[in-house]
């Protein structure tokens, strides 16, 4: 038996080439980046803007909400009040705060007569802001405001 040398086979040679691809999407990352950044840095305006005591935001106005049922009865922040308690409570916001919002909601059954008294009493309790809160018209059906005066008379007979 003769003692020899064993064959080596030689592994894997390293490879010495860069593989580019992966370098290419990297590059076309960043060059879709800058297409889409580069005109909103170009067209924004830098301002340096001066320092005052007056320009600190304040807190948002408050605002509470007056809901008129179908039966003309009202709520404050969803508590039921008779018109005397609700004058009172709207005399309180006002003096608290008299900037407040009253965000009135009435039913549409509820008699115009109704709503007034509530928007009298919030007059004169001192809230001068009152919004009406509606629910948005579904697309395709006109609403009564946006109907023609034929229309609308049309409707009314």
């Not at 106005?61 to 008129?68: E, G, R």
């Not at 059954?109 to 579904?138: C, H, K, Q, S, T």
Request: hydrophobic fraction near 50%; aromatic fraction near 4%.
């Amino acid at each position: 038996m003769a003692f020899g040398r064993l064959e080596r086979t030689t592994g894997p040679q390293p490879m010495s080439d860069i593989n580019m691809t992966p370098l290419v999407d990297v590059m076309l990352v960043l060059v879709v980046i800058f297409i889409l950044t580069a005109p909103l840095l170009a067209s924004s305006i830098r301002l340096d803007l001066p320092r005052a005591d007056g320009a600190t935001p304040g807190a948002p106005p408050q605002s509470v909400t007056v809901v008129l049922d179908k039966e003309g009865q009202a709520y404050l922040d969803d508590v039921p009040l008779a018109p005397q308690a609700l004058a009172a409570r709207l005399a309180q916001l006002a003096r608290e705060q008299p900037d407040t919002e009253v965000q009135l909601r009435a039913d549409t059954a509820v008699p115009y007569g109704r709503v007034v008294e509530v928007m009298g009493a919030a007059n004169a309790a001192g809230l001068r802001r009152i919004g009406f809160v509606a629910d948005p018209a579904a697309p395709g059906i006109p609403s009564a405001a946006s109907a023609s005066p034929a229309a609308a008379a049309a409707a009314v007979r």
